[in-house]
């Protein structure tokens, strides 16, 4: 008998604990951020993944709110490790974005959801210009990001202008979360905005993650590490962990011992060499890891067979941008890839 639903399309930590859906813990993916040396961490990994639902949990661990949240983790696995790593629950200032929905044909509607979505942060912070933390000036700039008023140069420094102001109301440094940092950029690639996105992306970043003294950590996820125009230049502090890193490499996506405990408790146990077949097709440094969203969706409705679910939410625009603007190595390459085959090192 069922005694839990399943999560299909829900990326919100706090939505699937409170409602009871079949939750995979990770959460000891907070301890090996809290672990972790480098001051900024970024983690690419491909679409359906879990980024989002991994940063809503940071967020959910770390933010310093009113009402505690501390619940949420109730036996789960970071609950166990005891009051080295709980205590830094609830202890910390949280900036929390995902850009994820940032999908547009031109730089204007770009940039223009980009601060909605920045208003929409400092809305939830309001309290700051409420009190007398901040001077006269310091309240007109908070305003003017509050009415879509500011200037680009004041986007671009928005996420180091709300840190410093969070860490003087708290006495206590700031935890930043961007979710698909590098969904815009795609977008500017493959729409012919590039250079806007690139340039504002670089001094968004630069000013949030570069030289932010009132940074506790900065995490990232996106799909790709953006490098051709250096957008991450001269941070020093950045450590970069993609599926080739042992770092994390269980921490998005499912492993096979997941899988299997999850059928389990949906009574598909049977049916692990069917799926094994179907959506076995990951290897992160070692460890064999299944696409979340697939076996998610399979297991909701597994009378409807096996589909294939991750491939059916592709958009494979850039690599055919790529394979039409690409020089003739390049689309060889490509097409080794979709073949099966194997580069040469």
Known sequence: ??????????????????????????????????????????????????????????????????????????????????????????????????????????????????????????????????????????????????????????????????????ERYHNKKVIILLDEYDTPIQSGYLENFYEHVISFMRNFLSGGFKDNTSLEKGVLTGILRVSKESIFSGMNNL????????????????????????????????LLEDVRRWYNGYNFRGVTIYNPWSIVSYASTPEDGLLPYWGNTANSAIIHELMTRGGVE?????EKLIKGEVLDG
């Open 1 to 166: 008998m069922r005694i839990q639903k399943l999560p299909v399309g829900y990326s919100d930590f706090k939505t699937i604990i409170d409602n009871k859906f079949y939750y995979i813990d990770k959460t000891l993916f907070i301890k090996e951020i809290i672990d972790e040396s480098a001051k900024v961490i970024l983690i690419p990994r491909p679409r359906r993944f879990g980024k989002t639902l991994n940063l809503s949990m940071l967020r959910y661990f770390f933010e310093k709110t009113e009402k505690s949240n501390g619940y949420l983790f109730k036996d789960l696995a970071i609950c166990r490790l005891g009051e080295e790593y709980m205590n830094q629950q609830g202890a910390y200032p949280v900036i929390f974005l995902t850009l994820k929905d940032v999908k547009e044909k031109t730089w204007e509607i770009t940039y223009s959801k980009i601060k909605k979505l920045l208003q929409e942060e400092y809305k939830r912070h309001q309290y700051l210009i409420e009190g007398n933390i901040l001077d006269k000036t310091d309240k007109i700039n908070f305003e003017k990001i509050l009415n879509l008023t500011a200037e680009q140069g004041d986007y671009e420094n928005s996420l180091k202008t709300l840190s410093f102001f969070l």
């Open 239 to 270: 450590g970069v962990f993609t599926i080739l890193s042992h770092k994390f490499s269980d921490k998005f996506g499912f492993t096979e011992k997941e899988v299997l405990e999850l059928l389990k408790a949906f009574n598909l146990e049977h």
């Open 330 to 334: 390049l689309r060889e390459e490509l």
